[in-house]
């Protein structure tokens, strides 16, 4: 397994080098975080993270207060009063441990849903910036190791998808 690896990457590299192709890497996190539309949407996913948790904070809080309550009657309740309040009180836990579960997976699923639209938005402009500047081969940043500062497209693109696109509909 090691040989195949070892003499696949010298093949790689022969074909690089005696190519001559033009070779450059780029970021996408960063074009995710760095562009116009990347903060607009972060921005946009960081408010309603926070509505969600002031949100699920004062219903965690309220139903902390009924406990409290419910356990200061405990004495002075009959058991069967005791136990339908004490099984209320466990389906409106349930219920909002359901619901807090279920707008954190929506949010989730908006984030995933815009940045595929954003990385929609973003291949076009990439080949066009590839086949203008006669680049062979682009590879994502993260697979590299070491590679020289002039080789990075990454602020070309982001520079690029901003005059392209300012904001995302919602």
Known sequence: MKIKSFFTIIF??????????????IDIDVILKSSKVG???NTHI???????????????????NKEKTLIA???ILNKE????????LSQEVQKYRSDKRS???????????????ILEILNPIITNFVDLNSISIVI???NIIVGKKKLEITD???????????????
């Open 12 to 25: 790689i590299n022969f074909l690089i080098f005696h190519a001559n192709a033009e070779i450059a890497y």
């Open 39 to 41: 903060k607009f949407l």
């Open 46 to 64: 960081e408010k309603k993270e926070i509505e969600l948790k002031k949100k699920y904070t004062e219903i965690e809080n309220d139903l902390k």
């Open 73 to 75: 009657q405990q004495n």
């Open 81 to 88: 009063d005791f136990e339908k309040k004490l099984k209320i």
């Open 103 to 117: 707008s954190y997976e929506s949010l989730k699923k908006f984030k995933i849903e815009n940045t595929k639209q």
């Open 140 to 142: 994502p940043k993260k």
């Open 156 to 170: 070309k693109i982001i520079s690029l998808l901003n005059d392209n696109t300012q904001k995302l509909n919602f």
